[in-house]
Each structure stands twice: as C-alpha cells, then as structure tokens.
C-alpha cells in the first residue's frame, strides 16, 4: 500500500509521517511509496515506524467504532 493511501484512508497515520518529519504528506511521490520505501529514503528503522503507524491505524479504527457506536 502506498503511503499516499494509507494516510487517506486512516488520517491519523499523518501525525505519525509528521512526527518523523517524513515528506510523504503532499509529496507527489506518495502514490509510490511504501512504508519501506519511506523509512528508507528518510533513514529511520522500518520495523519501529511500521509499529507507530499499525498503532495510528488501531487507534484510529477504534475512534471510528466508538463513534459509530454512539
């Protein structure tokens, strides 16, 4: 999955790229890119950020269930 598409389809996956201050969000070749593909182009370790964007994507799968939920 691209990076551009999994930050569309879970929005809070864009604080995680921020926080990295990867260049992913708005970047042209988002459509492109993997997670691996970010982590490497940027230098960071693939296995501790695919963790903090599985989390981002946890948390906002839970938001969406409570807010259906209510």
Do not use: Y
């Not at 990867?22 to 070749?29: A, D, K, N, Q, R």
Request: charged share 25%; net charge negative; with cysteine.
């Amino acid at each position: 999955m691209s990076m551009d598409e999994m930050m569309r389809r879970w929005p809070a996956t864009v604080h995680v790229a921020i926080n990295h201050r990867l260049l992913c969000v708005g970047c042209p070749i988002g459509p492109f890119h993997t997670l691996a593909d970010a982590a490497r182009e940027h230098g960071l370790d693939e296995a501790m950020l695919r963790q903090e964007f599985e989390a981002a994507i946890t948390s906002d799968q839970e938001r969406r269930r409570t807010k259906l939920a209510s």
